[in-house]
Each structure stands twice: as C-alpha cells, then as structure tokens.
DNA sequence: GCGAGCTCTTGACAAATATCAAGCAAAATG
DNA sequence: CATTTTGCTTGATATTTGTCAAGAGCTCGC
C-alpha cells in the first residue's frame, strides 16, 4: 500500500488517536483498491469481512426487500463505512456501490476487531464515531416520519445549500433519480415538489438550483438543528 | 441508592465487564427514582446530563416537529437510553416518557464520560451497544422505507408474536394509538390495516392477536432477518 | 453531427394514506 | 351504578403518493 494513503487514514478521527504500532499493523493487513462506478462492494446479508474507508470519489449504501431498493445514505471521503458490523461481527444490513471511480482502503474485521480490544484510544475513537452514525440515523428517521415529501425536499436544499458554501445557487450533489430515492419518493414525485417549491423561490435548472427567496423557503421548511445538522 | 439495584444494573452487558472500584464510583454519583406514568422524563434539544437505565416500567422515545409527533421506539428493562448523546455530549434527539410507572436509574453524564476514559472494558462494552442501536435504527429506516403500513403492520405481528412466546394468540404490548405511531400511520388508518390483514387469517379483539393462518401470514409479510431480526 | 440510450418530465389515472366527523365500547370516575 | 372520559372504529372525503405511458431533453459514442 503506498505510503500517501497512509496519510490521509491516518487523519481520520478514528484513527488519528491510536498507537503508532496499531495503526501499522493495522495498515498492514489492508489494501488499497481502485473501483470503477457502480460495482457493487458489499451486498447485504454477507458477513463483515472488511471495514471500508472512502480515499477518493463517492459511495452509495442502498437497501432491498422484496424486489424494492433504497438508498439509505451516502459516504464521502475520507470517511469509513460498515462500521457497526465489523465492530458486532455481524451481517452487513445495507449494500454498497461506487457511484463514481472511487478509491477504498480494505481493513480486514478481525484486525480492527483485535487492536480495537488492545488499544483504548482506537476503542475510544470508534465509540465517538458510531454515536455519531447513530445520531445521523435517528434524525434521518425523524425526517421521514414527521415530514412530507414536499418538506424533505426543501429541508434537503437548504442542507446542500449549506454543504455547497452557503450561496444562491448550487449544484445537487448526485442524479435526481438517486436523489428521489435518498429522500423516500419516486423520481416522479420528485419532479412535481420542485415546482411545489417554485411557489417559495425555487427554480430547477439540470442539476442547478438556485433559491430566490431565502427567508420564505426556510419558513415553509422550517429546518431544525435536531434533525438538519448533522455536525451535532 | 439500595443495594438491589446495584445488582440489576450491574447485570447489563453495559456495566458487566468493567473494574468494579469503577461501577462503584458511577453509582456513587448515581440515583434510583419511581415515575408515575405519562411522565417526560426528557425533552429533545436539552444537554444531556444523565444516562438514563430503566429498571421496571417502559419508557417510549418520541420526537416532535411542527406540531406533528412520533414514536421512535420502546424501551423496556433492563436497559440504558440515550447513550449516544451522552457519549458525544450532545444535545437529546428525543424526548422520553414513561409508558407506565417506572424506576429509573440517572447517571451523571459527566462520570459516564470520565470512567469511559479510564476503563477499556467499560468503552468496549458501550461501543457494542452503540453499535447494536445503530442496526436497530438501520432496521427500523428500512421497514420504514421498503414496506407499505400494511406489510408493517403484518411484520410487526411477527416480531410481537415471537416476543411473546410464539403461540397463534398473543397480546399487544401496548396500546393502539402509539402502535400506529411505531409504524408511522395513523390510528385511524391502523384499524383499517387490521381489516386488510383478515384475509391473511389475523384476528382482532381489542389487545387480543390471534394468527389463523401461520404460513399465509408469513407469505405475505415477508419477513426478513435483515428488518424483523433485533438480535442482530 | 446524428442516432441510441439515458434521465427527466408530464399527464392521466390508480392506490395509499390522511383528515374530519360521528358513533361505539370499554374503562375510569364520582 | 350511572356518568363521563377515553380510545377505538367506521364512513365519507380530500390529499398525497405511486404507477403507467408517452414525450422531451441530454449525453455519449461512433
């Protein structure tokens, strides 16, 4: 594995706190590996041989039952993902595949399973990392239950307004279908609450949007901190 | 604190394993307290003060948002709630209150983190109950995502059937209304969902399930280890 | 530059779900 | 024991969401 990835693993908060001599071996076990888009890395149901971290491009965790799927969240780098069933040594419960080329660092399980029990620091990171994964899952949940579509919508664009720097206009971050599918509507319906949102300001152009009228769209979403923020 | 508590708590997979000069240091600072029913014990946005640990009773997790509410989950005895935000010192992502009357442990949140600094076995053992809550929330957003009211509803009978013992006749755990919550419907539309699953052999009278016909149930429901499985 | 194959959009329609209002039944209360 | 309250059910209706089919607009490769 080259030395340049190391770099970048190493700056995770998960791994940033552990022993120098963990963090090799636990470098050792592991591969780095270049992906081209849309092959699918995990499928749910397998067990958790691997702990995937994301060095470059984007990943896609999407769920099926009974011939339907659903994205259910996406990972960008650097980041890890299929954490919590490498740490209970369980099924994976969501699949994965590159959305782009994507590059992926492979982390066998029972070595993170081992320096994990052996390195209070890399214990303490991880603990820090699924609360927070968790959290995420919570509120996702809070936004599907206590919110229309029309209102996942436009919480949505004000969050990726936010990620994209905080202006007028911005580009959506993956195809509508996708998009569609993330916010727990068809491809369809998404189309109809954009232009229920023109009323508000909205105006949909590809994949750029721009927000008109700032203060009315926050009003008709009224975003919360409990549900929106995902720093907290 | 009595001493018969110490017992019940130190019996959870969250306490079993640390040093035992720590476990008596985090009762120390902790208290027992008996809640009458329909009590909020907590209010979402709030800073997390205490990890809480339901004795006797159960406790129900429920999030608001302009003027709507839901019912997250269930906590029944003997177990913890709210670790993540007390972990991450965090604010409350719900509320909680007491279905029934309850006996609640409180402890500090401060000692929680600070004995998680200093005992390995301690962190180790939150992490596998983050871990575990996180698939849980995971299941719960799949159900949510991947199936009609009715084949929730249907799924849920399961579940509840096996909690229960696996007999053909079994109880509601609770009542209607916060069921209909649980699986994201409302009331009205749940007794309708009662009267969609009579073809598949589900019987009704008033908490009373009975399930006719075990097999049709179960092809129509469609239950999967990856959704309907808790244990793992 | 042009067609093939996409995604996205749109309209018409169907199904699922929510809402409102009323009535019923069981449980709690005096 | 009667009365009130509360939760549950039901029907009628409205809204939301999904489905199907067709067409518009893009992108990509030849």
Redesign the pocket.
């Known amino acids: 594995m080259p030395e340049s990835a190391y770099q970048d693993i190493r700056k995770l908060h998960l791994f940033s706190n552990m022993a120098d001599e963990h963090f090799q071996s636990l470098m050792r076990g592991a591969y780095v590996q270049n992906f081209p888009p849309q092959i699918e890395l995990i499928t749910e149901g397998e067990p958790s041989d691997f702990l995937h971290v994301v060095l470059s491009g984007s990943i896609d965790l999407f769920s099926q039952w009974n011939g339907r799927d659903t994205s259910m969240a996406t990972v960008r780098p650097v980041s890890t993902f299929i954490l919590a069933a490498t740490i209970n040594n369980a099924p994976y419960l969501m699949s994965a595949r590159t959305l782009e080329k994507s590059r992926i660092v492979l982390v066998p399980s029972q070595d993170v399973r081992a320096i994990f029990d052996i390195d209070g620091n890399f214990a303490r990171s991880i603990v820090t990392e699924l609360a927070q994964c968790y959290r995420a899952v919570v509120k996702t949940q809070k936004d599907l239950k206590l919110r ?3 209102e996942r919508l436009a919480n949505y664009l004000l969050r990726q307004q936010r990620r994209a720097g905080g202006g007028t206009v911005f580009d959506l971050e993956f ?3 996708r998009l569609a599918s993330v916010l ?9 609450a ?2 229920g949102l023109q009323p508000y300001g909205v105006t ?1 152009s ?1 994949t750029r949007i721009t927000i008109g009228d700032q203060a009315d769209l926050e009003k008709f979403a009224k975003p919360s901190p409990l549900i929106d923020d995902f720093s907290t």
Chains 1, 2 share one sequence.
């Not at 727990?184 to 109809?192: A, D, I, W």
């Open positions: 229309t579509s029309l195809e509508k279908r727990g509507m068809t491809p369809e319906n998404l189309s109809r954009f232009k949909v590809g």
